[in-house]
């Protein structure tokens, strides 16, 4: 048995965790979320659900994660021992398992776009059909099926690296080339003759959009981009040393979260009122808009390709964090197991995710409460999983562990352990069940 790893520094840890939360959560869910749900509504509310309950949420899985200094089921079992608190960490694993099963599935669609970028064959002239291009790849059996087995190939490699050697090495990188990237992407994007249509859609609310649903769908994307609710954040702070101070990690975190999300709207709104696309895409949006933004710049096949480089970063730093979290639950402390595990763990969510990844296609007929298997697993694991998984968490540790171990473990003044304790005893278990209890009514609904 080896000794346990841990993060070489506060910046790594806050990259690695920001990593997670930064990925397609924030660049390709964030968009198409607000712009099928009114925009600027839902902005306003997924500001608010990240700060109000999806940061002390945060902290909360920091709290236990760094106390319990294991994987999530073993830190439940050493914070309550002889209770099944632990059943949360399997939940935990189980829900990270399908939110990765279709995460990779996008991941192949990057790597797809990326593969035509490379080649300088996604630009043609101004001329190129984004809207048939993407449904000829999620369509195509063998591309996206190929596509996916590479993105956990790689996704495999990093995680079986270890902890500095592999993910914080990994997030260095990738994380500072995608932020530097995304500032010059708006710049340009702002600059479009028509662009204030889209800056106006993004924040002069429609209050016609503000109803359960919307109020929903932005606590859900809150806990979806923030990787709360399913034990990611827990692992990762399992491996930072006691001296690291956690409430200011959660705030960067959660800013840099919110920051990105803004940042990959003023990339593509602008773009689609300027252009003449509808803000309601869906899932395709930064498949079919942003490509068609890039024939607006001098040299866009260039910029086309270093974008899709930095969206293959910003996925994997998502991707690394969830099978990070399902490898450690299912290697316990056996750390000399990891490499093997990791291959393992990664075939059996590519298997998984192979409906998910024909549902736009073969299996595009078949349907789950009238969704696609892929619409199914992500409604599953945003509006059921991660609010209910959150829940828990917001219960045990406002009710379950004992309040002066919180107040050692967190290190904050009096007056701001306050303000949290209060959200995570009261405020954030009253906002997940309304909204869980309206996420079943509407699937059955539906």
Do not use: C
């Amino acid at each position: 048995m080896e000794k346990r790893d841990h993060f070489a520094s506060k910046i790594g840890f806050v990259l690695a965790a920001a990593g997670s939360a930064i990925g397609l959560g924030a660049i390709w869910k964030f968009p198409y979320m607000a712009g099928t749900n009114g925009g600027s509504v839902f902005v306003l509310l997924f500001i608010i659900s990240t700060l109000l309950i999806g940061l002390p949420i945060l902290l909360a899985e920091f709290v236990l994660g760094r106390k319990g200094q294991a994987d999530a089921v073993t830190s439940f079992k050493r914070l309550k021992p002889g209770k099944n608190w632990f059943f949360i960490g399997w939940s935990g694993f189980f829900f990270s398992l399908i939110i990765l099963s279709f995460y990779s599935v996008v991941g192949g669609w990057i790597l797809s776009y990326l593969g035509r970028a490379l080649m300088f064959s996604l630009d043609n002239n101004g001329n190129s059909d984004y809207g048939k291009l993407f449904e000829s790849i999620i369509s195509n059996p063998w591309e996206v099926l190929i596509g996916q087995a590479v993105f956990m190939i790689l996704t495999v490699i990093i995680v079986r690296g270890g902890i500095e050697g592999g993910i914080e090495r990994a997030s260095r990188i990738m994380m500072p080339a995608l932020l530097i990237f995304f500032v010059v992407l708006v710049i340009r994007s702002l600059t479009l003759d028509g662009a204030m249509e889209g800056v106006k859609f993004m924040f002069v609310p429609d209050w016609s959009y503000f109803n359960a649903q919307t109020m929903l769908l932005a606590l859900g994307q809150a806990f979806f981009s923030l990787s709360v609710g399913v034990a990611g954040m827990m692992t990762y702070a399992s491996y930072l040393p006691k001296d690291q101070k956690l409430g200011s990690s959660a705030f960067s975190v959660s800013m840099l979260n919110i920051g990105i999300s803004l940042m990959a709207g003023l990339v593509i709104f602008p773009a689609v009122f300027a252009l003449g696309y509808s803000p309601d895409e869906g899932p395709g949006l930064v498949f079919i808009i942003l490509p068609a933004v890039f024939e607006q710049i001098p040299f866009g096949a260039f910029f086309m390709l270093m974008f899709f480089i930095l969206l293959l970063f910003a996925t994997l730093t998502s991707s690394i964090a969830m099978l990070e979290t399902v490898v450690s639950i299912g290697i316990k402390n056996a750390y000399d197991k990891r490499k093997r595990a990791a291959w393992i763990y990664g075939l059996v969510i590519f298997l998984v995710g192979i409906p998910s990844a024909l549902s736009f296609g073969v299996f595009s007929d078949i349907k789950i409460l009238g969704k696609t298997f892929f619409d199914f697993a992500d409604f599953l694991t945003s509006s059921i999983g991660l609010p209910l998984g959150a829940l828990l968490i917001s219960i045990f540790a406002g009710y379950v562990v004992k309040k002066s171990e919180l107040i050692e473990e967190l290190n904050i003044s009096p007056v701001t352990f306050k303000s949290w304790y209060f959200i995570v005893r009261y405020l954030a278990p009253v906002a997940i069940i309304l909204v869980f209890i309206n996420a079943v009514i509407s699937a059955f609904r539906g």
